[in-house]
C-alpha cells in the first residue's frame, strides 16, 4: 500500500488489504493537521489585535495622555507580547486604551464648554455694566456745567442752549457769591418776562421744573424766598430758554463768583 508525500495517508491499490487501522490512523493524522491551522490562524488573530493595542498607545504617547494610564496600558501590552496573557486580557487592555482615547474627547468637550460658559460670563457681565450706567444716567442729581468769574464783573451768564428740556424733570441753578453785600438779579434769556422777582442775596438756589415737557411754561421755586414767595413763573415754555442771565445794579461780582448746573431726572 501506498502513503501520500506530505501527511503519509494511506492510498490502496486493487490488490491492497482494506484494515480499519490504516482509517484509523489517517484520521488522527487529519484531526492533528486541522488543529494546527487553527492554532496558526488563531495566532494571527492575537498578533493583529496586538499591534492595534500597540498603535494606540503609541498614539497616546503622542498625545501626551495621563502618564499612569497609559502605562499600565504599555505594562499590559508588554505582558501580551511575552505571552503572559490570554484573550481577556488582551480585550481589557483594547479597552482601557479605547476608554483614554474617549478620555481625550471629553477633556476637549469639556475645554470648549468651560471656554463657552466664559464667554457667556463675559457677554453678561458687559451687558450687566451697560445697565448699570444707563440707569447711573436716569438716577440721582447731575452735574450739568459750572460757570465762574475770573474777573470783576456785573453780571454772570450761563449758557443753556444745549439742555433738551425733554430729559429734565428738574434743573437746579446754585448761585454763591465772593463778596458780602451784592444784591442781584436774574432772568432767562435776559427778557423781563423770563424774569425771577429780586433782588437775591448773595448765595440762592434756584429750581426749574420743566418735568420733561420742553413746552410747559418757565416755572418753579426759589431759595431763600424772593418777593414772589419763593415761586416764579412765565409765559415763555422751557424750550426758548438758552440761557441763565445774573446781574447786579450797584457794584460788581468779586472773581470767584460761580453759579453751577444741576440736572435730575
Same mark, same amino acid.
Given at each position: 500500500?501506498?502513503?501520500?508525500?506530505?501527511?503519509?495517508?494511506?492510498?490502496?491499490?486493487?490488490?491492497?488489504?482494506?484494515?480499519?487501522?490504516?482509517?484509523?490512523?489517517?484520521?488522527?493524522?487529519? $484531526? /492533528?493537521?486541522?488543529?494546527?491551522?487553527?492554532?496558526?490562524?488563531?495566532?494571527?488573530?492575537?498578533?493583529?489585535? %496586538?499591534?492595534?493595542?500597540?498603535?494606540?498607545?503609541?498614539?497616546?504617547?503622542?498625545?501626551?495622555?495621563?502618564?499612569?494610564?497609559?502605562?499600565? =496600558?504599555?505594562?499590559?501590552?508588554?505582558? %501580551?507580547?511575552?505571552?503572559?496573557?490570554?484573550?481577556?486580557?488582551?480585550?481589557?487592555?483594547?479597552?482601557?486604551?479605547? /476608554?483614554?482615547?474617549?478620555?481625550?474627547?471629553?477633556?476637549?468637550?469639556? /475645554?470648549?464648554?468651560?471656554?463657552?460658559?466664559?464667554?457667556?460670563?463675559?457677554?453678561?457681565?458687559?451687558?450687566?455694566? /451697560? =445697565?448699570?450706567?444707563?440707569?447711573?444716567?436716569?438716577?440721582?442729581?447731575?452735574?450739568?456745567?459750572?460757570?465762574?468769574?475770573?474777573?470783576? #464783573?456785573?453780571? %454772570? +451768564?450761563?449758557?443753556? $442752549?444745549?439742555?433738551?428740556?425733554?430729559?429734565?424733570?428738574?434743573?437746579?441753578?446754585?448761585?454763591?457769591?465772593?463778596?458780602?453785600?451784592?444784591? @442781584?438779579?436774574?432772568?432767562?434769556?435776559?427778557?423781563?418776562?423770563?424774569?425771577?422777582?429780586?433782588?437775591?442775596?448773595?448765595?440762592?438756589?434756584?429750581?426749574? @421744573?420743566? @418735568?420733561?415737557?420742553? $413746552?410747559?411754561?418757565? #416755572?418753579?421755586?426759589?431759595?431763600?424766598?424772593?418777593?414772589?414767595?419763593?415761586?416764579?413763573? #412765565?409765559?415763555?415754555?422751557?424750550?426758548?430758554?438758552?440761557?441763565?442771565?445774573?446781574?447786579?445794579?450797584?457794584?460788581?461780582?468779586?472773581?470767584?463768583?460761580?453759579? +453751577?448746573?444741576?440736572?435730575?431726572?
Amino acid at each position: 500500500m501506498q502513503q501520500t508525500n506530505h501527511y503519509q495517508l494511506s492510498q490502496w491499490d486493487f490488490e491492497d488489504q482494506i484494515v480499519m487501522a490504516d482509517f484509523n490512523s489517517d484520521n488522527q493524522k487529519t $484531526d /492533528a493537521a486541522l488543529h494546527g491551522l487553527a492554532e496558526q490562524a488563531a495566532g494571527k488573530a492575537d498578533a493583529a489585535a %496586538l499591534t492595534a493595542a500597540v498603535n494606540r498607545v503609541s498614539a497616546l504617547e503622542n498625545g501626551k495622555a495621563d502618564q499612569s494610564a497609559l502605562a499600565a =496600558a504599555v505594562n499590559r501590552v508588554s505582558a %501580551l507580547e511575552n505571552g503572559k496573557a490570554d484573550q481577556s486580557a488582551l480585550a481589557a487592555a483594547v479597552n482601557r486604551v479605547s /476608554a483614554l482615547e474617549n478620555g481625550k474627547a471629553e477633556q476637549s468637550f469639556l /475645554a470648549a464648554e468651560q471656554t463657552a460658559r466664559q464667554n457667556a460670563d463675559s457677554a453678561e457681565k458687559a451687558a450687566r455694566e /451697560a =445697565a448699570d450706567a444707563a440707569l447711573a444716567k436716569r438716577a440721582g442729581a447731575q452735574l450739568i456745567r459750572t460757570e465762574t468769574l475770573t474777573e470783576l #464783573s456785573s453780571y %454772570l +451768564t450761563v449758557p443753556l $442752549d444745549d439742555i433738551d428740556w425733554a430729559e429734565w424733570r428738574e434743573l437746579h441753578f446754585i448761585f454763591q457769591t465772593a463778596s458780602e453785600s451784592v444784591e @442781584c438779579y436774574i432772568s432767562f434769556n435776559g427778557h423781563s418776562n423770563m424774569k425771577i422777582d429780586g433782588p437775591l442775596g448773595q448765595h440762592w438756589h434756584v429750581i426749574a @421744573c420743566p @418735568c420733561f415737557t420742553p $413746552d410747559q411754561p418757565i #416755572s418753579g421755586f426759589v431759595f431763600p424766598f424772593a418777593a414772589s414767595f419763593g415761586t416764579f413763573k #412765565s409765559d415763555s415754555p422751557f424750550r426758548e430758554v438758552t440761557l441763565l442771565s445774573i446781574n447786579t445794579r450797584a457794584g460788581a461780582f468779586q472773581p470767584g463768583t460761580s453759579a +453751577t448746573v444741576w440736572g435730575v431726572k
